[in-house]
């Protein structure tokens, strides 16, 4: 079993930076895959991105550039740093993990594991 739990959410304004952290108790963090997707208001969850234990990573289109995930498996943590906000990123964000590397499937069905959420809010 693999409990998340998100962290760093908030409020701020349209061009500014937010990072998301997600830790992973109960099982050995190195070789999970680890995601975050978001649903805004009003919309279907949504793929963001992804980090293999390998550290290969994969990204939606509409963050490239903008988003950066990574993932420190000394402490357990996984992280998404949000820069050059917009207001359509305000979303509830969840991590998500997985045993299985990163399939394209996955943006779809998600992971086997998954966080509660955390709320980003980008003002305009």
């Known amino acids: 079993q693999v409990q998340l739990e998100e962290s760093g959410g908030g409020l701020v304004q349209a061009g500014g930076s937010l990072r998301l952290s997600c830790t992973a108790s109960?099982?050995?963090?190195?070789?999970?895959?680890m995601g975050w997707f978001r649903q805004g208001p009003g919309k279907e969850r949504e793929f963001v991105a992804t980090?293999?234990?390998?550290?290969?990573?994969y990204y939606v289109d509409s963050v490239k550039g903008r988003f950066t995930i990574s993932r420190d498996n000394d402490k357990n943590t996984a992280y998404l740093q949000m820069n050059s906000l917009k207001p359509e990123d305000t979303a509830v964000y969840y991590c998500?993990?997985?045993?299985?590397?990163?399939?394209?499937?996955?943006?779809?069905?998600?992971?086997?594991?998954w966080g509660k959420g955390s709320l980003v809010t980008v003002s305009s």
């Open positions: 998500a993990a997985d045993w299985a590397p990163f399939r394209v499937t996955m943006r779809v069905n998600g992971m086997g594991y």
């Open positions: 109960g099982r050995v963090f190195s070789g999970l895959t």
């Open positions: 980090i293999n234990r390998d550290g290969t990573v």
